[in-house]
């Protein structure tokens, strides 16, 4: 390894410890409104003293991440023993979601991503393992900028679109940044998946297609997974499925 990226990367993993790594605080649709989403904190509440929110809780009080070793484990869904949100994002098919993350750190450049899963029913009785995931949205690097450059510059937001035609009902989102900054290390990636339900209104008729299961994502030798940040390149591989078109 080249002497100065060694002192870059060991730069990188020193300040990842001091740094805050970040949440989804909450949801505008369309601009207007606000969803909150699960506040870390809520583990240290006396039982029962948590509200509800759209957010899944789960054991991210360090605010910190899963690792490519658990790709194969359910805490990939939703993060570390996740539990079902109890309120619903309120929107309609074609409608902007915009997630606001309460904090990211600069050297945590990566990919962010957005995927649904049907819950067929009521989301917030649901599990992490049971759901079937489809992307359908997701940004990189492009010309010399991460998305998460751009969510930084946005006051720590990064929005998408419900696609136009789905089919109504209830889903769960997962909404996942993937922080590369020691991803040239075997099991370096951090993954920060974040799940809200969300109750999909208006008149469209697609259904998602069968999906994938949260343990089928990834793998650790994906090449967008074990991926060095400090060397050159001019583009960056996305991981996981396609992203789904069928209702847009
Ligand atoms: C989290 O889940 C693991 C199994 O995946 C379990 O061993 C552990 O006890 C759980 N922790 C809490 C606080 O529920
Ligand atoms: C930035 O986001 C926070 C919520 O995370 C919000 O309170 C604040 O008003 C936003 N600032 C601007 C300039 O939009
Ligand atoms: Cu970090």
């Not at 949440?23 to 409104?33: D, E, M, R």
């Not at 930084?152 to 035609?165: H, L, R, V």
Request: glycine letters at 10%.
């Amino acid at each position: 390894m080249h002497s100065s990226t060694l002192i870059f990367t060991l730069g990188a993993s020193l300040l990842d410890l001091a740094a805050a790594h970040g949440y989804v605080s909450g949801v505008k649709v369309n601009n207007a409104g606000w969803f909150p989403g699960a506040d870390p904190v809520w583990y240290y509440l006396p039982s029962g003293a948590a509200a509800p929110t759209t957010g899944w809780n789960a054991l991210n009080q360090d605010n910190g991440f899963v690792a490519p070793d658990s790709y194969q484990t359910s805490n990939i869904a939703c993060h570390k023993n996740a539990t079902a949100g109890q309120l619903y994002i309120n929107a309609n098919a074609g409608d902007s979601l915009t997630f606001f993350w309460n904090t990211w750190p600069d050297t945590h450049k990566g990919p962010i991503i957005n995927y649904i899963a049907p819950c067929n029913g009521d989301c917030t009785t649901k599990s992490a393992a049971s759901l079937s995931w489809t992307k359908f949205s997701e940004g990189g690097y492009n010309a010399g900028t991460w998305v998460t450059d751009t969510l930084i510059k946005n006051n720590f937001t990064s929005s998408t679109t419900i696609p136009a035609k789905l089919k109504a009902g209830n889903y769960v989102i997962r909404h996942e940044i993937i922080a590369l900054h020691s991803a040239g290390n075997d099991n370096g990636a951090q993954n920060y998946p974040q799940c809200l339900n969300i109750k999909v209104g208006g008149s469209g008729s697609v259904n998602p297609p069968t999906g994938t299961a949260a343990t089928s994502l990834y793998k650790r030798t994906d090449s967008g997974i074990l991926f060095d940040l400090y060397r050159s390149f001019t583009s960056y591989p996305i991981p996981g499925p396609a992203v789904w078109t069928g209702a847009n």
